[in-house]
């Protein structure tokens, strides 16, 4: 739990330190939960506790800190059936509070007040289900590759989006699996909130700041690429004595981090839609929406990123484990990287513009391979 440092008298009169909760911590009042308002969160992540606002959207807290039962809140009239089955989150929707005489505590309060959830946030589910995922995965591509095989004359293009579009799992999966951490229905909305998109946060300038920092810092991400990829090498050549681009570029593993020469224009743009729909936002969602959290339910936030960040890559590089050289080379690239990407995250509060970042990262390195090609 985070806490600041503060001095009181005690009887004696002399001074001493006590903890008192920070600013940004409030606690849930049905486990205790220490909890940072700045997530903006809407439920409990360790209960499911499902937290009230007032009518300006902020967060209601007692003089401890801790959020407000229901019962401890006067609410006006309910205006419609469909609103009472609505959570009333900051920036989404009109809340349903105020504060005025009436001591009537609405009948969808009452129904999910001490409602337990089945689940909670972990570290083990954070690493499974994306292992599930990626089974998933890989059994849609055999699927789609058995069908395709059935049809030899589609285009290259298609077919290469088309094996491609599973990988929409990762985005897919958390979505569907965040239900069961919370004691009501979820809508899709709520549910990408929860995971770091919150579709209603801006104002559509505000949103357009999200999209233009995303673009700038993934122009920025594609510059750094180039350093690491010359710190990787380096250190490749410190423990195996090695030139690790010749070995890449012999070794078959080389293949799957290499454009071939002949790629067509329709290939290209192939790929940069891939990267567009199922890849970019879609990672962002498992890895830096979903595990992190998981991560960060029980370790410090930077341990959560470290984690998150070794985790992440072990996906896209685990094939390259037996080639030592290869796979320190593709671990540091992918690592620092993805400690960039959690941090932007951790900064912006969201992933709007870490999943920006991502896409411009993916699809500007993907032309600039196939401009050197040429």
Known sequence: MEKERNYENDENGKEKKIDIPGKDIFFCPECHHSIKISYHPLYCDSCGFKFIFDNNGELLLDDENYALFPQNVNFREIPNDEAKNQYNPPNMIKPLISLNESNEIPFFYQKTLHKKKKKTWNILTGILLPLATMALVFFGIIILEFILDLFPSIPAPIRQFLLASPSILFLIVPVLWIQ??????????????????????????????????????????????????ILGFWIVKLFYKTDVYKLIEISQI?????MNTSITLGELFAIILINLLFVGIAEEIMFRGFVQKCFESKLKNSWALIFTAFFFAQFHIWFTFEIPAIYLFFLVNYFILSL??????????????????HIVYN???VIFVYIILL
């Open 340 to 357: 960039i990407l959690g941090q932007i995250r951790n900064w912006r509060k969201d992933l709007i513009a870490v999943s920006i970042a």
């Open 180 to 229: 069961f951490y919370y004691p009501g229905k979820l809508t899709f909305k709520q549910k990408a909130a929860e995971l770091g998109l919150p579709l209603n946060k801006y104002d559509k300038p505000e949103l357009i700041r999200e999209i233009l920092l995303g673009i700038f810092l993934g122009l920025i991400l594609i510059i750094s690429a180039y350093v690491i990829q």
């Open 363 to 365: 699809i500007g390195i």
């Open 254 to 258: 080389g293949e799957v981090f290499t």
